[in-house]
């Protein structure tokens, strides 16, 4: 049982939407992300997932709205739902997510990251 510094942890690393795990619970993993510009429109099939903003501004555009989130601020997407993470800044993100979950869910490309580095 070790603390987990956030601080700490998202100054290990520069490159964006390359998730990273920091911790794990009950089947979920927590995972630590820098997010910049537009991510790929996605869905995840069988996972909820829940961004927490630890640093920024995020913008989760769905088809017919965009949700904007502030430091603080968390929002849980269920699974089946068509989302675009947009980081207009540089933003710091907290992920928890079930054990296997893609971090482009339905969607391969030159952004899915299949074996999250733990740090």
Do not use: S
Not at 12 to 26: M, T
Not at 107 to 119: L, N, R
């Amino acid at each position: 049982m070790d603390k987990v510094n956030l601080t700490e942890k998202f100054a290990q690393f520069d490159d964006y939407w390359h998730p990273r795990i920091v911790g794990e619970l009950n089947g979920q993993q927590v995972k630590v992300v820098k997010l910049k510009g537009a991510f790929v429109w996605h869905h995840h099939d069988v996972e909820d997932e829940l961004f927490l903003i630890i640093k920024g501004r995020l913008i989760i555009q769905f088809r017919d709205k965009d949700v904007v989130l502030e430091e603080g601020e968390f929002l849980v997407i269920p699974k089946g739902i068509e989302h675009r993470p947009l980081a207009e800044e540089e933003c710091c993100v907290m992920l928890f997510e079930p054990v296997g979950t893609l971090n482009t869910g339905n969607v391969q490309d030159e952004k899915t990251v299949a074996a999250p580095e733990v740090i």
